[in-house]
């Protein structure tokens, strides 16, 4: 497989639905995946309900990553504590992993552009997982995320920006299961 390298980005909604939307393509035509999330919060309560979907798509193998950010009174923790970078670690260990293993013919890295926004994730990590896939393109490689550095678009062999005409959310409308997460 001569694989190529994607970013899906942008402020507009759809990225990890479109990026499922490929795993779930890839996953009918007989390729492996690996969808790793990075910073998606991982606890017992599991609300991020398209895990549910993946895990029962033979071929993908789901990683998910990342603090819970969801806290007890609904509201959304922002900022960077030891522990999300003990996470992004983590991920970036399954990263080296899943590529190492030649296992999966697509690659995932869910949110990585905003792990790297807010330094969960450094630029020279991220370029080197890039390096590693044009040294060897035997996979797919596809970033999700906000905020996608130029430095790494220009890298990108495809680059899809979803861009915000109008959003619900803007009227006072949170995230629904099944719909947002």
Known sequence: ????????????????????GLALRAAGAGLGVAFIQFDKGYSNQEHYAERHSLRLIPNIDLYPTGCERIQKDGKFRF??????????????????????????QVVVLDEINVALHIGL??????????????????FELLMTGRYAKPEVMEHADLVTEMTKVKH???QGLFARRGIEF
Request: charged share 30%.
């Open 168 to 170: 619900y959310f803007d």
């Open 79 to 104: 900022g960077v504590q030891p522990e999300d970078r003990a996470e992004a670690e983590r991920a970036l260990r399954i990263v080296s992993r899943v590529i190492a293993e030649r296992k999966h």
């Open 121 to 138: 994730v450094t630029m020279e990590e991220v370029m080197a997982i890039i390096g590693l896939h044009a040294a060897d393109p035997f």
């Open 1 to 20: 497989m001569n694989g190529k390298f994607q970013i899906y980005t942008g402020e507009g909604k759809g990225k990890t639905t479109a990026s499922m």
